[in-house]
């Protein structure tokens, strides 16, 4: 694996200060502005998901609660592996907490926030070889509108590039229940995605892209 250029890593740590900066959608943000993400020039894995929860916002650390434990458990990445930046990027499409709906669950991602903080971000990571789409909302931003359920189930048409998963959730537990072969076949084809693409010897580079990982 290539190291990432000097000029790209100072490029990445000037971007992402000015986006940890950012406070364009304060009058909107009920906790106030503060951009909770994950950088590394050398990240091999991204994970692009919805936007940060209560838990992450008051640590300024992404998935910091009980989503993120079983996105780990479904990754099988101990907490130090997914929080290790030179491994792991974490990059949602609203950087800070939204909110909540007036009758329950999380507010959508703050409009405009991934069309400008990612273009600036995500081309800097020049290393990513996966990148994980969680939730609808990353979904339908990268991929255009589509059925989150559909597309986690045909996961397979998306690699190498990408990996289409639900938000995890506790409301994801009694979709599992329904859903056996998530666990049964999804769990295990992720974990061998995740650890090809964190193998510093996998890569284009070194032909290794057989397996479709």
């Not at 999380?106 to 600036?120: F, N, T, V």
């Not at 909302?137 to 509108?145: N, S």
Request: positive net charge.
């Amino acid at each position: 694996m290539r190291p990432a250029a000097p000029d790209t890593i100072r490029a990445l740590e000037r971007a992402g200060a000015e986006a940890r900066a950012c406070t364009r959608c304060a009058a909107t943000l009920p906790l106030g502005p503060r951009p909770v993400f994950q950088l590394g020039a050398g990240a091999r894995l991204l994970i692009t998901s919805q936007a940060p929860g209560t838990h992450a916002h008051a640590t300024a650390t992404p998935f910091n609660d009980a989503s993120g434990e079983r996105l780990r458990g479904w990754l099988g990445l101990t907490r130090a592996q997914f929080y290790d930046p030179a491994r792991v990027a974490i990059v949602p499409i609203g950087l800070c907490y939204p909110g909540r709906l007036p009758r329950g669950g999380d507010a959508p991602p703050a409009p405009g926030c991934a069309a400008l903080w990612h273009p600036r971000l995500l081309p800097l990571l020049t290393e990513v070889r996966l990148t994980l789409l969680v939730g609808g909302y990353a979904q339908d931003f990268v991929l255009g509108k589509g059925r989150m359920a559909e597309r986690v189930r045909d996961y397979a048409a998306f690699l190498p590039r990408h990996f289409p998963l639900p938000h995890p959730s506790w409301r994801t537990t009694a979709w599992e229940r329904r859903n056996p072969w998530f666990a049964a076949e999804l769990v295990p084809a992720l974990r061998h995605a995740v650890a090809a693409a964190l193998d510093p010897g996998c890569g284009p580079e070194a032909g290794c892209w057989r397996c479709g990982a």
